[in-house]
Each structure stands twice: as C-alpha cells, then as structure tokens.
C-alpha cells in the first residue's frame, strides 16, 4: 500500500500502464520535459523517453486528431488537453470521429483513446480555466466519461480507461488533485467503468454526485447527524449506474444530485428526471437538483459563490427531508 493523492494516483497509473505495454504513448502540451501543467506526468519522459512521451504544439485539435489517429493504427494514445476549457475546438474530432468509427466501420476498428484533462473551479484560477461542462460529451453516444473523486477511484478508473477498446473522456477535478492522501494498492488494479459506488450508507435521503462535489456530499452528511444520509459517488458520467442509483433511492426514498456544472441541459437533470420517470410512486418528495447556476463561469474572487456547498446542500436536504 502507498499513501499518496490523487495526481500521484494517475502518475503512478500511468507508469504502471505504460511499463507493461508497449503500445501506450501519452501527448500533449508541456507533458514531457515540464511533466504537465499539475505535474501529472512528472517522470515518464526520464523513464520511457521522447518516442512515447511527446510535448506537442498548443493545437488540441490536433492533439485529439493525431491521437484518433495513433489508435487507429495500433496503437493506445493518453492525449493531456491542460484544461477542459481549451478542448472544444476538438469536439468536432471526438463528436465526428473518435465516436463514430467503431459504428462506421461496423466493429472493424476501435479507437482505443484516452483523453485526460482536468475539469473545474474551485483553485482561484483565470478565466477560461475552471468550467465543467461535462454534460456537452454525454450528448456524443460511443463516448465514455469518468470522473473520479478519490486516488483510489483515479488510478482504478485510469488502468480501465486504457484497456478499454473505445474513447474514453477522463476528467480531474482539479480541486482535487492534492486535497488529500489514500492508502492504495501500490500493484496494479482496476474500477470498472459503469459502476458506482456507495461512499456512504444511510436510510433517510440520498445524495447522489461526482468529483470534487462528493466531497462536499460527504461533509455535508458527517456534519447533519441528525439525519441518516447515503452519498453515492457516480464515478463514471456516461454510461452511468442506474442500478445502484435506484435501489438507494428505494430504499431512502429521497434524493439530491449535486454537480459544479451548471443545471440546464445536465447531467443532473437527466438523473433526476430518469428516478422520477421509473420510482415516482415510490419517492416521498420530489428530487431537487443542487448546481452551479447557469451564467459564465465567475471571476476566482466570486467562484465561491458560484460553487454549490455546504450551505446549499445542507438547506436542500432540510427540504426534501422535511417535505
């Protein structure tokens, strides 16, 4: 077992992965020489050198591009975009390409990609440096999103991600990166992807989130012991776990989804309506949704404001509670 956080977690993942294929190359900008913008990747190029540890221009089209590219011919390409802020100009690559050609080519070939960039606020950074907007790749159907929340659940999810034969969005919640340290399991291991987890048991409401927002999930029901809360954390965004959401609603038979993104067209919303659609005749109250709010990600002197927290999710389980 090592003690270690989060961005260590995918760093040792990463050399793990790369040390038992050959076949893994990672790319992007700064990713060599400076080991990524949080020093991800801090390391690989001593060990693996310049033909599988590539800096490329500031060009994440081209970054995305040349890596749909490298899978299609063999190999298993890790594409670093430094910020999810900067990889829309590469939607067009995931949405037209990446997703598309197992489908296309009717199972011929794979994409076996993974684009890791970190996701969201809460670090006082510039503009265009914390949004999440994780629900514009859910829309893109042969895309899988994860985003975990724990060291354990980055380096699991990671070793996943790569063996996995389709495109898969890997966010890090920035604000998690060094936040805190976990015993993992120093060999290798794996998280499946699809599947959530119950970080904490509870009988009275469910708190169901993702990243950075399940720790706050979880401050929350430590701190309100005058109710008994479950917290799921979703790990993985698309496909997400109806199951394991469904059975701790029925059983609670209340609910929240609480994400940093903003609420309209969410994965939030689709959560909530999807419970609702299949469990209405068994909820007590209605789903409330806990976001970020729907205007331009704010100035880092505000972003606490923008940011759901304490104050807004303990209030809502008041409510739904005492419905």
Known sequence: MVLINMAE????????????????????QDVAVNGGVFRVTQGLLEKFGSKRIIDTPLAESGIIGASIGMALTGLKPIAEIQFSDFMYVGFHQLEYHASKIRNRTRGRFHVPLVIRTPIG?????????????EALYLHVPGLKV?????????????????????????????????????????????????????????????????????RECLNVAEAMNEFSIEVIDLRTLNPWDYYTLSESVRKTKRAIVVQEAPRNCSLAS??????????????????????????????????????????????AVKEVVGF
């Open 270 to 315: 689709e959560i909530s309506a999807t419970l609702t659609e299949k469990l209405m005749l068994e909820l007590d109250a209605p789903i409330l949704r806990v976001t970020g709010f729907d205007v331009p990600y704010p100035y880092s002197a505000h972003e606490n404001f923008y940011l759901p927290g304490f104050e807004r999710i303990s209030k």
């Open 146 to 214: 994860v985003m975990p929340s724990n060291p354990y659940d980055a380096k699991g999810l990671l070793i996943s991600a790569i063996n996995c034969p389709d495109p898969v969005i890997f966010f890090e919640s920035k604000k998690l990166y060094r936040i805190s340290r976990q015993e993992i399991p120093s060999e290798s291991y794996s998280v499946e992807i699809g599947k959530a987890s119950v970080v904490k048991t509870g009988s009275d409401i469910t708190l169901i989130s993702w990243g950075n927002m399940v």
């Open 121 to 133: 606020g809460g670090i006082k950074a510039l503009e265009h440096h914390s949004e999440s907007m």
């Open 9 to 28: 977690a995918i760093n040792l993942g990463l050399h793990e992965a790369m040390s038992s294929d050959k076949d893994i190359v990672v790319l992007g």
